[in-house]
């Protein structure tokens, strides 16, 4: 098995990178912004649409079984109603968190469409979704919104090609991002997200689910 992580330098994307290189009968590649330090990784910032060409040339005769879009910024986090939210604030998010993965994607379609049961994971969040909307975080909750409704309608596209696209959140995670007083370690989101891509498949393409398999309301 194939797999590639985007943001695979720290947090989640780390952990997940660590987990696909340990399995047997498996190549995991990562994907960080800062010079890669071996050949697992490649050099990709998904705000620059150049090194999606690249990263389509690195995979040009890859299999690709299964894609992790983890790489995501929270730059409005601490923000409220009353403070002033820059336009920049809301590119970045839009910039990392939806036209990131869409431009990921989009790029590794051909390198998914050679492997025999090819699957993307999006690395969404509890705070993306619309029915739970307890207020605050507006722009962090409005990219993953954004994320959850595009991994949902691509999952109809590209179910006639057998590519399965589900959307996950990995729990509130120790990581720079989650803070230190979060719920759970990045080894417990990682056990509990790669069990769940392992039942990601043409019957459950399309979910929108915790690290532990709880179903999140879109
Ligand atoms: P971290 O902040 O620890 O790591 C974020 C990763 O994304 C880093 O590898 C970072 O690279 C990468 N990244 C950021 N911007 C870009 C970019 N422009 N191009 C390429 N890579 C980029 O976050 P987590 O590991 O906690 O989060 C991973 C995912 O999980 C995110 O999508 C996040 O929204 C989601 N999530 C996390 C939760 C949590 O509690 N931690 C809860 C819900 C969802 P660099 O080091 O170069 O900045």
Redesign the pocket.
Known sequence: MRVLI??????????LLAHYAAQPETVAFG????TPADDALTQ?????PEGFTDLAARFHDVALDLLV??????PDKGMTLDTKISPDIWSQAF???VT?VWMTIEALLPALQRAKTPRIAI?????GSSERAPGGSYV?RAS?AAVTNLGRNLAVDLAPKGISVGMY???????????SS?DIS?DA?VAGLTARFAALGPETSGVFESYDGTPIPF
Not at 6 to 15: D, P
Not at 44 to 48: A, G
Not at 123 to 127: A, E, V
Request: with cysteine.
């Open positions: 985007t943001g695979a330098n720290r947090g989640i994307g780390q952990g994907t960080v912004r800062s990709l910032d998904v705000t620059r879009c983890n790489a995501g910024v929270y910039s990392v968190n990131g690395i969404s969040s509890i705070m962090y993953k959140h990995p729990g509130w995670v120790r990581t720079d991002m989650g803070g979060a990045r989101s």
